[in-house]
């Protein structure tokens, strides 16, 4: 029989290129969103009436990718926080209610704080600031939920994130690293480095991590909490000069970069899995998202940036 999996956050970056890798690996979607043509309307401003809301259809998975980014807490942490941790509640309300029986979270590695050090599933998480926290909380009402026997939940932590939008004109995230890189370099012939470039961080493609929930649904019990990482862990700096070293070969376009005075040194930097040679190796490297970013912004030339 065909699995269905409601996605929540579907017409976000994540979850619209989540909605069409499930649909193409034989699961019915159901796109939940506070975009009006969601098939569910799913609006984390109102808990309340989400955790009430039933549904007659059997959905056999729910990921939960709907949540505000970094630049929302910063932006407006009040709001953030309650879609995050309130939000999330409602959406695990929402499941015991309509008898959904698996949930993932989809969380970040923002729940240790500082990107140094070695990070598995057993290190002690410290946030360092309403991000954090707040993931790390909904993340504890996950497991609170599971602990009741109420689900069968799996949290998710990536690094960064690397995959190419659905619409190049809709897409909004241009500020992540190295979606600023590219659009940089073609707008300017330059990359501009905020700070000296060398922290390092860990790049998965968001269809290695749709892959990573498909292979764990039907043992979803032996993974309760898992870092997925890909096969590129560089500095920042190294992804601008990638970009300099692509724009170069593709176009035969030189990108100067600029690098503010700093006394930063390369940090030590190793996020780990204990499980994830057990289900699955990622494959997506920044280098070829960053060849076909680059194409896609050459054939479309300025206009995803006005």
Sequence with gaps: MTKTVMISGASGYFGTIACEFFASHGWKVLKAS?????????????????????????VDLFIHAASANKESCIADPYNSISCNIVGTKAALDFCVGNQIEHFVY?????????FEGYMN???????????????????EYVRMYMRQGKIKGMVIRPSSFIGMPKDMSTFSRWNLV??????????TGEIVLETSGLQKRNFISILDI?????????????????????????TIRNV???????????????IRLVIP??????????????????????????????????????????????
């Design 34 to 58: 506070r975009h009006k043509k969601a098939d569910i309307i799913f609006d984390l401003d109102e808990p309340e009436s989400i955790s009430k809301m039933r549904i007659t259809e059997k």
């Design 261 to 306: 005075d700093a006394t930063n040194h390369e940090n030590e930097f190793i996020f780990h899995s204990l499980y994830m040679n057990d289900l699955y190796q990622p494959a997506g490297t920044v280098e070829s998202h960053l060849e076909c970013l680059s194409r896609k912004i050459a054939i479309n030339h300025i206009q995803p940036f006005q």
């Design 210 to 234: 749709c892959q990573v929930i498909n292979l764990a649904f039907p043992r979803m019990i032996e993974f309760p909490l898992i870092h997925v990482l890909g096969p590129d862990t560089m």
């Design 240 to 254: 601008a000069e990638l970009v300099q070293s692509i724009f170069y070969k593709s176009y035969q376009k030189k």
């Design 178 to 187: 190295p979606f600023s890189f590219c659009k940089q370099a073609f707008l």
């Design 121 to 139: 599933e057993l290190s002690s998480p410290a946030p360092m600031d309403d991000y954090g926290i707040s993931n790390l909380h909904a993340e």
């Design 106 to 114: 989809l969380s970040t590695i923002n729940v240790f704080g500082q």
